[in-house]
């Protein structure tokens, strides 16, 4: 997505870890750092939730005495994609962020900032979204919104948020949120857009189980630049421009590294 490849492979680390356990570990404790720097730096910490199972780990970790002298006062919450279902869903990505953690740790509902994903047109979802980017960062000459940290998974077939092989949404360089309409799920689904994923300061993917060995490898090891079609390999074009690209995989999706 318009990023030299030697820029963001210079910025990009791979951690291979035991298991599930090491990998909340670890994002927890990079969670800390990226949360100290914002701060120390700017006042704020800026971070957008992913939702899936691995993600749920971690937030039940930093909800624990992990994250008991973290600045909750000061972070602030937004997610990368959300499914297009009320907030009480058993699917909703906020439901699963609010359980394992936002209702856990002292953050002011002020600093969180949900998709309104019960409209029952998720354009008009998307659109709310963008705005409320737009109003919180600010619209100096519209530039692109720039997270602390962006937490973000991939599926076995290469998606990330809710940008999935084949899907319009793949191309989009102006607006910030999106509908995008998953061919494979039959529905619609709240995303961030590449322009936003690849703003932020850091952006870390965490994956685990074998499942995700072979596209990881693909990903990751096998596709020069020329040789990796967007629409076919979602999480390949996650490239901050200006920031670091961490993933953290456990032993079993890292097997074909």
Known sequence: ?????????????????????????????????????????????????????????????????????LPWDKTFFFFGDERHVPPDHADSNFRMAQEALLSR?????????????????????????????????????????????????????GHTASLFPGSSGLAEEDRWVIANWVEKFNTWRITFTYPVLNAARCVLFMAAGADKAAMLHTVLDTLEDDEAPMDEFPSRYVRPAHGDLIWMVDAAAGLQL
């Open 105 to 157: 740790v002292p953050v002011p509902g002020e600093n969180i900032f949900r998709v309104l994903a019960e409209e029952t047109d998720a354009h008009i979802a998307a659109a709310k979204y963008d705005e409320a980017l737009r109003e919180f960062f600010g619209r100096v000459h519209f530039t692109v919104p720039r997270f602390d940290l962006i937490l973000l998974g991939m599926g076995p077939d």
């Open 1 to 69: 997505m318009g990023v030299p490849a030697d820029r963001w492979r210079a910025n990009r680390s791979v951690r291979v870890l035991a298991d599930r356990e090491a990998i909340f570990a670890a994002a927890a404790a990079e969670w800390t750092a990226q949360a100290e720097a914002a701060i120390a730096a700017r006042g704020q910490f800026k971070v957008a939730l992913a939702g899936g199972s691995t993600p749920k780990g971690l937030y039940d970790l930093l909800a624990g005495p992990v994250g008991a002298n």
